[in-house]
């Protein structure tokens, strides 16, 4: 329903005279509600409304206008819209009075859009209504300009064009914001950008002017129940108790909706009967608020009562989707075709999401007859893919996410549904490049991941299609699809952040200057393709391997590049897969420095099942792996095969994804710049004494103790391309909970910068950060980005490589290992390389302890293993052979 204005107060009425006639003709155009019945005095509206009448007689410039403004009224009183628009075009083109002209464009641009349904034109007079008021601001018109702002909007969202709505609805409110207190009872706009941003899927920024509006106005329906729909997406359990409890104290409910998000909430849950009822109550609510306007004191315009049509059919489709979860499929196919007939009254007035509603039915129903194996002449999914083509020719150039989705489940179901493995492989690739365009859009880390967490099973789908394809056909274009699939499906956060696009918060949203900017740079193309893997392997991957892992229900893939070629492995999942890898990082979580035999025989079941058979004899001998899932937590350096652990094996390094290590990635013919470390130990006399003897050891540019504070650090920063941190770590369940601590002092000053702090920073310069402390490298797991460590965090902040601990760190043994390998690092060997030759001294020198990762297996590398320095190959470009077998 389009009721721009909540709890309507009467101090908003703007001191001109014009400004109650706009008033006046919103109510009576259905724009604005009535004063709610809980006003005191009803008497007061009718004083105002007998007022307004006096208004016309006796207070218009002429009386040419005054007679026009009550033709104008009188046709619009009896529906008779094109009398009523050729009254107020003759006031707009022949009135010598301002106020009278911008508020005949405004009545036109209403009557054109939602009483004739003519978006266009209505648009026009909108625009219209704006410029002239932009003119000459000295007049009183806030409220016109406001509401024409916001008409405006919801014109293109209905014809689906999403950048012209947001650009006008982000104009209302910068607006507002530029001078609250002149707009002070306008902060209605708001909720209409909050519906902006729920529709993109923006929960964080929805969120945001949800707090603010319930602040204002904390018994407002509407508002709360866009709250607890809000709620419900993100899974905020308080939230939803909270904003329940605020809705059952309310007088009137008025259409009722929150009974359809509460439906929502059951379904979700599986309580399919208790969701039948609360969506039977929303629409039972919803018809006797349609037909009862007065006692609500609300009145409908024309797009009102056909957009009614979308809420009843989503609420019958929704019930349908219960009685598919009851196994009632008599049931389910009534309300499957309830909603048919529902959305065709619909449909006579397109608007995008009419379409968009339209097509999930018909895909609804064509799922139905296909598990039914029914044979029918109607295809449903072909009507869905007309609806959406029609809307793609209209707005091929917008950014809209909601056509976007459409898109991918559109060519998802054709290949689901068509028999012809052809057809299938053209479709099930057109709905993964809607999904690559469609994940990552969003302005928020949270809201970005929700998208993804939402689609992982149809990139599941998607991955075990092409690989079995693979396994069929063995061609290499299919191969090249699954490593794609699957290499973009990790990291995007960190490609966000690598662009320099943080989170977003609202009021930097309302003050971004460039909306197209800001979307152009969170839509560019962030994730890799086919052609461009092969390309950066075959100029970057020269002596070195690369294996990525995807683990799915049905068995885990290995894919990648192992001397010059690219390969494709499968293999079946044990029973016992998770818990053996769940009892291995608990034993690696608690640093157990006594470890039993049977441990040391599960570092070699899981190394003999994770080795792809291509690895196992391969001539190279420096490994990138891209793990995923449970497999994160593990370092690969510590597993074995009947050759001993990988580390004896390959030097080995880790990819956060591919097109992260694609991006970071240097020129092959870029000069070195000189080796300057700096290393901080800021516990050296408190409680890391070795800190201060591991820093020595490699360089003598170092702040410890009471001169390791994070000021005296972030002033160095600058004129260093490697920085060693020799301190503690709080890694918390919270990503953004984690810190890393300099010298603490009195703890009067900030000692710690944050996991977001240091994610925002710009680190690029640094060609490497070590972290030696407990954890580094461990934190919480999100499916689609990886795991969210200060490992990680200060990839977000774009240096080229991190070494971190993936447990807690034994303070003599990190020493001897990271001056081994800055020594190594020196001497211009890969830095994978010379991590593997510091432990592999680490063992020479210990031998007892090669035999406990414990001690050795934490210190992991992520990023760039590339060289820092070229010393090593101004020796003779010696043939790198580090083993001894």
């Given at each position: 329903m389009d009721t721009t204005l909540k709890n309507f107060n009467f101090n908003i009425i703007d001191a001109s005279n014009d400004s109650y006639l706009t008033y006046f003709l919103s109510i009576r155009l259905g724009i604005l509600e009535m004063p709610p019945p809980n006003f005191k005095k009803m008497k007061?509206?009718?004083?105002?409304?007998?007022?307004?009448l006096l208004f016309l007689s006796v207070n218009a410039q002429n009386d040419d206008d005054s007679t026009l403004k009550k033709k104008a009224f009188k046709a619009f009183s009896n529906k008779e819209y094109d009398t009523s628009i050729h009254y107020f075009k003759l006031i707009e083109n022949q009135s010598q009075n301002l106020n009278n002209k911008i508020y005949s464009q405004h009545a036109l641009g209403h009557i054109y859009g939602k009483e004739k349904l003519d978006l266009s034109e209505g648009i026009y007079w909108l625009k219209k209504n704006i410029s002239t008021i932009e003119e000459d601001t000295s007049r009183n018109m806030h409220f016109t300009y406001i509401l024409s702002l916001q008409l405006i909007s919801s014109y293109y969202q209905y014809q689906g064009k999403r950048d012209s709505s947001e650009y006008y609805l982000k104009k209302g409110c910068l607006t507002y914001f530029n001078d609250k207190e002149k707009y002070k009872e306008k902060y209605y706009i708001l909720n209409r950008l909050n519906n902006f941003f729920y529709r993109r899927k923006e929960y964080n920024l929805s969120k945001e002017i949800l707090n603010n509006l319930i602040e204002k106005d904390v018994k407002n329906y509407n508002v709360l129940s866009n709250y607890l729909s809000l709620c419900i997406q993100i899974n905020d359990s308080i939230g939803i108790e909270n904003t329940v409890e605020k809705i059952d104290q309310l007088d009137n409910i008025r259409d009722g909706i929150h009974y359809f998000y509460l439906g929502e909430l059951a379904l979700n849950g599986g309580h399919f009967d208790q969701a039948i009822q609360h969506y039977q109550s929303f629409i039972k609510q919803f018809k006797y608020f349609f037909h009862n306007t007065k006692k609500f004191n609300f009145v409908y315009s024309t797009d009102e009562i056909k957009t009614r049509h979308y809420y009843i059919a989503r609420t019958y489709l929704q019930i349908s989707q219960c009685y598919r979860g009851l196994q009632n499929d008599s049931k389910r196919l009534e309300y499957l075709l309830k909603a048919k007939r529902e959305i065709q009254k619909g449909l006579s007035f397109p608007t995008q999401d009419m379409n968009v509603m339209a097509s999930e039915i018909y895909r609804a129903l064509d799922i139905y007859h296909h598990e039914h194996e029914i044979l029918?002449?109607?295809?449903?999914?072909?009507?869905?893919?007309?609806l959406i083509e029609k809307q793609l020719l209209l707005h091929e150039k917008d950014t809209n996410q909601v056509l976007l989705n459409q898109l991918i489940l559109q060519n998802f179901y054709k290949a689901e549904f068509s028999g012809n493995i052809v057809e299938q492989e053209k479709y099930y690739w057109q709905s993964y490049l809607m999904l690559k365009k469609f994940v990552g859009n969003q302005y928020n880390d949270d809201d970005q991941l929700y998208q993804f967490k939402n689609l992982r099973e149809i990139q599941d789908q998607l991955v075990i299609f092409f690989t079995r394809l693979y396994k069929e056909s063995q061609s290499k274009e299919d191969l090249y699809k699954v490593l794609e699939i699957i290499e973009n499906s990790k990291s995007?956060?960190?490609?966000?952040r690598s662009q320099g696009l943080e989170n977003l918060t609202f009021e930097q949203y309302i003050k971004t200057p460039d909306l197209d900017n800001l979307?152009?740079?969170?839509?560019?193309?962030?994730?890799?393709s086919s052609q461009e893997i092969q390309k950066y392997f075959k100029e970057y991957y020269d002596g070195k391997s690369f294996v990525s892992y995807y683990p799915l229900k049905e068995g885990l893939i290995m894919v990648g590049y192992i001397d010059g070629n690219f390969f494709l492995e499968t293999k079946c999942l044990p029973d016992v897969w998770n818990d053996l890898i769940k009892s291995v990082h608990k034993e690696l979580s608690e640093s157990n420095l006594f470890i039993d035999r049977s441990f040391n025989h599960q570092l070699l079941e899981i190394g003999e099942f994770l080795v792809p058979d291509k690895l196992k004899n391969a001539e190279d001998k420096r490994v990138v792996f891209s793990p995923s899932g449970n497999l994160t937590f593990i370092p690969f350096e510590i597993l074995k095969t009947g050759k001993g652990y990988y580390l004896?094996?390959?030097?080995?390094?880790?990819?956060?994804?591919?097109?992260?290590?694609?991006?970071?990635?240097?020129?092959?013919?870029?000069?070195?710049d000189p080796i300057e470390i700096l290393g901080v130990a800021p516990y050296n006399k408190i409680n890391l004494p070795f800190s201060l003897d591991e820093l020595k050891a490699f360089t003598d540019n170092i702040l410890s103790d009471k001169e390791a504070s994070m000021e005296n650090t972030l002033q160095r920063i600058n004129d260093i391309n490697i920085l060693h941190l020799a301190t503690h770590t709080t890694i918390s369940k919270t990503a953004k909970d984690s810190n890393i601590e300099f010298y603490p002092g009195d703890k009067t000053q900030k000692y710690s910068l944050s996991f977001n702090e240091v994610a925002n920073k710009n680190l690029s310069h640094l060609q490497l950060v070590s972290?030696?402390?407990?954890?580094?490298?461990d934190g919480p797991y999100i499916d689609g980005e990886g795991i969210l460590s200060l490992q990680r965090a200060f990839a977000y902040a774009s240096v080229h490589s991190i070494l971190a601990s993936k447990w807690d760190v034994n303070d003599e043994v990190s020493s001897i290992i990271m001056a081994s390998f800055y020594d190594y690092i020196k001497q211009g060997w890969e830095k994978d390389v010379a991590l593997q030759k510091a432990k592999k001294d680490f063992w020479s020198d210990n031998p007892s302890l090669k035999i406990n990762p414990i001690y050795w297996g934490n210190i992991v590398l992520f990023g760039d293993s590339?060289?820092?320095s070229s010393s090593s190959l101004q020796k003779t470009l010696i043939e790198y052979l580090p083993f001894d077998f």
């Open positions: 007061f509206f009718i004083f105002l409304t007998f007022n307004y029918t002449s109607i295809s449903y999914i072909d009507s869905a893919q007309s995007n956060i960190l490609y966000k979307r152009n740079k969170i839509n560019s193309p962030p994730l890799l004896e094996q390959w030097a080995i390094s880790y990819s956060f994804s591919l097109h992260h290590e694609y991006s970071i990635q240097r020129p092959i013919d870029e000069d070195y972290l030696s402390s407990c954890h580094s490298a590339d060289p820092i």
